[in-house]
Structures are given as structure tokens and as C-alpha cells.
């Protein structure tokens, strides 16, 4: 019993410790800069991004223009030098049918894609090069995400992929009304992604 209770405190002692860390480095992160947080920028920003960004949207939010849809598709060398390509996974549509018809959406289903892409987007531009620290994790961290939901529609056979490669489609939305007469809609694009190697668990 006192070895439970000791645990217990422990335990409680630990999740404090980890409620009041937290706090602070989310603190650091959105208080104007001050010593404390350039000095601890690295650290700061390792604990927020890609999980805990702050950002004033909810309060001016800018919704999106346009769909987007985003697939992937993987590659596998097999013990002949081949190299075997699947087709392409449409991972947007598993977001959507998780979405429709659900009084209570997760926010996995709705925000975590397509924030990972505009995370994407905005650390990358247009040439897909990896030019910073944050890049490369954001790169990981929409790898991951892809990979993970490819091998559970294939029920654990794509984390055996060697490689998977994104294509996202983006389609403008019409004004509406008199609007779309003055604004006529941008065309559709279509980017293609390099190939990424996948690692061994998948994350």
C-alpha cells in the first residue's frame, strides 16, 4: 500500500511537472521575444512545432479558397532490383467520409492533412527544397502522417514500403453570385511531390 501510494505521488508529481513545462514553453512561444525565449528559441520551438502551434485564426480567420485533395502512393523494390509502384491512396476522401454526417468531427480528421500541407507549403514554396530545421521536420511530420494512413487502409502492409510520393490537386472555389463573372476561377493545380523514403515503423 505504500509503495502504491508512493507511485501515486510520483505519478501526480510528474504530470505537474509536465502541465507547468508546458505552459511555459507556450508562454515563451507567443510572449513578445524577450532573452529568455531567444536564447531558448531551438528548444522552444522543438516542444511547440508541429503539435502545440499557436496562431490567431480562431480570432481572424482566413478560410480556404480552394479543395484540395491529397494522395500518395508508395514504392517497393522487391529482391530482384524491381521496383513495384501502388496506385494512388486518396487520403483527403478518408478525411471527408470521417467528417460528413458526424455531429462531433475529431480534429484529427478535419485539420491535421491539411495543416500539415499548409505547414508544408509555407516552410518549402514551390521547389520542394529543405532549406531550414523547421522544414525538415515539417517534411518528416507530413510523412509520417501519409505513410501511417497508407499502411492502416492496408491494414499494416504499407509500413513494408520503401518510398511514397504525395500529389495534391488543388482546385480553386467560384466566387459566387456576380463575383464569379469579375474573378473568374484560377486553374487547377497539380503538384507532384518527390519520392521519400519511408522508415522501417512507419513514423
Known sequence: MRLLRAGLRTAVVLCLAATLAHVVLVFLHVAPPNPVSRRYSQQIDAWVYPLFEQNWRLFAPNPDSVNRQVLARTAHTGSDGSMRVSA????????????????????????LLRRAWSSY???????????????????????????????????????????????????????????????????????????????????
Open 121 to 203: 507549403t509555407e516552410t518549402h514554396g514551390q521547389d520542394d527544397k529543405t532549406r531550414s530545421e523547421r522544414a525538415a521536420m515539417i517534411q518528416t511530420y507530413l510523412n509520417n502522417i501519409a505513410s501511417d494512413r497508407v499502411a492502416e487502409h492496408r491494414g499494416g502492409s504499407g509500413r513494408d514500403a520503401d518510398f511514397i510520393q504525395l500529389r495534391v490537386i488543388t482546385r480553386p472555389v467560384a466566387a459566387p453570385g456576380s463575383d464569379a463573372v469579375d474573378n473568374p476561377p484560377k486553374p487547377v493545380e497539380n503538384r507532384l511531390l518527390p519520392w521519400w523514403k519511408v522508415t522501417s515503423h512507419g513514423k
Open 88 to 111: 494512388w491512396f486518396d487520403l483527403s476522401a478518408v478525411d471527408r467520409a470521417a467528417v460528413e454526417h458526424q455531429a462531433f468531427p475529431s480534429h484529427t480528421a478535419q485539420n
